[in-house]
């Protein structure tokens, strides 16, 4: 599908208030490599007048201006992107910042709630304002991040179709990977994934129930980290499963994710899962980023050779690495995978209806449970274009309630399962993580065909709700395969740092290239 009309109106404003910038530059600045800066580096600039909040947001809106008619990861701007900056601005000149984020560029997956924005899911059936802003979103917000604009993501999170093409909306239509542009960007958070790779924001926010922030990670060689279940709050993102989704925070390098996830983590009363957030959990993640971390570590190493020859490579040169900064990598196969693989889809089933009629309820307008929600989408044609069917919805719909005795005895054996598939293999081999490889080199996109993403090395983690970090591995040709590393429940900390080293051994991260297609 081609742009929409709100997205231009917004852009056009946007861009009467913007002037012209190179990529690499901008107003009030020296020119710098807007791809390879970091946080801590924007930081530097604007405190010593080299750069403005002001000025960098408008070198992103210029940009996205730009680059984004190819890669189609922004979903709408938020008009008063370049008004949060002008405050961040003023607040440093008062000496009143909040924090590292204080005026960074945020884009944020349009399934989290905005007061000031559209969140719709992807779908056409929920284009109107939420109530009021999630609970990240204050937190983003009183660090005073700027929020850009929304990401286009996989409709309803990929719980639509039994065969979705990931990273289409009928609002957003299709999102493209900017290493090649008619290849997949995976997962629902896709066009969070897409547009940090293509340098259309600082720092994104994606969602996953099972490899929807990994996955697109992967894929665009940017880093990932789905947190522990309880880390981030939920309320106000619009949901799957109570039981495995959660948010978490996407960027170029490890430091952001970092400083990121310091901001949105933290209790919320209207979170229960967050109530078993530890007191002991660290504050400020990125002080934990200390190089030579790898050396004396344990590394579990799970290769799943089904992903391909190519991917499997990819891993052989990561084990090496990993050996050289002073790892012991010992190969292992997590059990219970083939349970998981039958458990986790009927449990989904039952949760999704829970969960998004629940959500539906606290939208001030538009449909207000799934059954609303199946007689829109057969009403509306555009939101048929790729790919017609809601099978997922029809099956939720008649899925057994969740006071089901064989509902609560799946979930409770495929919960069980999954911190045991971890659990198990961490202490069998003295492991303080285990790494696998996050995804294969993406497929082509074909709305005719649907994913070709059967990627078993999120499932676990998901399931669990313990955390998974993705960050770039290497290249099969010119797409990028990311590198997971999950370990035990509230261990974010460790894994942030276990993959910051692995970055600074293994810097495999290019920017890409928007290359068409592939050679035949």
Known sequence: ????????????????????????????????????ADIPSLQARMASGRLTAVGLTSTYLERIHRIDGKVNAVLA??????????????????????GPLDGIPVLVKDNVDTRDQWTTAGSRALRSYPAKDATLITRLRNAG??????????????????????????????????????RNPCGSSAGSAAGVAASLAQVAIGSETDGSI????????????????GLVSRTGVVPISAAQDTAGPIARNVVDVALTLSVLQGRDPSDPATS?????????YAKL????????????????PVLGPSTDAVMTSARNSLVQAGATVVEVTPPYQARLGELEFPALLTEFHRDIDAYLATRPRGPRNLAE?????????????????????EQALAAPPPTDPGYLAGRAELSDLARRSLDETLAKYHLDAIASPTNPPAWKTDCAVGDNDVIPSST?????????????????????????????????????????????????????????????
């Open 1 to 36: 599908m081609g742009r929409r009309p709100v997205f231009l109106a917004i852009l056009a404003a946007a861009l009467v208030l913007v002037p012209a910038a190179p990529a690499t530059a901008s107003p009030a600045s020296q020119k710098f490599d807007l791809d390879a």
């Open 77 to 98: 701007l938020n008009p008063s992107a370049l008004g949060q900056a002008r405050e961040s601005d003023a607040r440093r000149r008062a000496h009143h910042l909040r």
């Open 145 to 182: 991040a700027v929020i850009l604009g929304k990401a286009n993501l996989s409709e309803w999170a990929n719980f639509r179709a039994a065969k979705p093409t990931s990273g289409w909306s009928g609002v957003g239509g299709q999102t493209n990977n900017p290493y090649v542009l008619d």
């Open 214 to 229: 990994v996955c697109p990670a992967g894929m665009t060689a940017t880093v990932g980290h789905k947190p522990s279940l």
């Open 276 to 284: 078993q957030y530890p007191k002991s959990q660290p504050t400020d």
């Open 289 to 304: 980023l200390r190089p030579g971390v790898l050396r004396g570590a344990r590394i579990g190493l799970w290769r799943l």
């Open 373 to 393: 929600l199946i007689a829109y989408n057969r009403s509306d044609p555009l939101e048929q274009t790729c790919f017609a069917g809601q099978e997922l919805f």
């Open 460 to 520: 676990p983690a998901a399931v669990a709700g313990y955390p998974d970090v993705t960050v770039p591995a290497g290249f099969a040709g010119p797409l990028p395969v990311g590198i997971s590393f999950m370990g035990a429940r509230w261990s974010d900390a460790r894994m942030l740092a276990l993959a910051a080293d692995f970055s600074r051994v293994v810097p495999a991260r290019v920017p890409p290239r928007y290359l068409a297609t592939l050679p035949s």
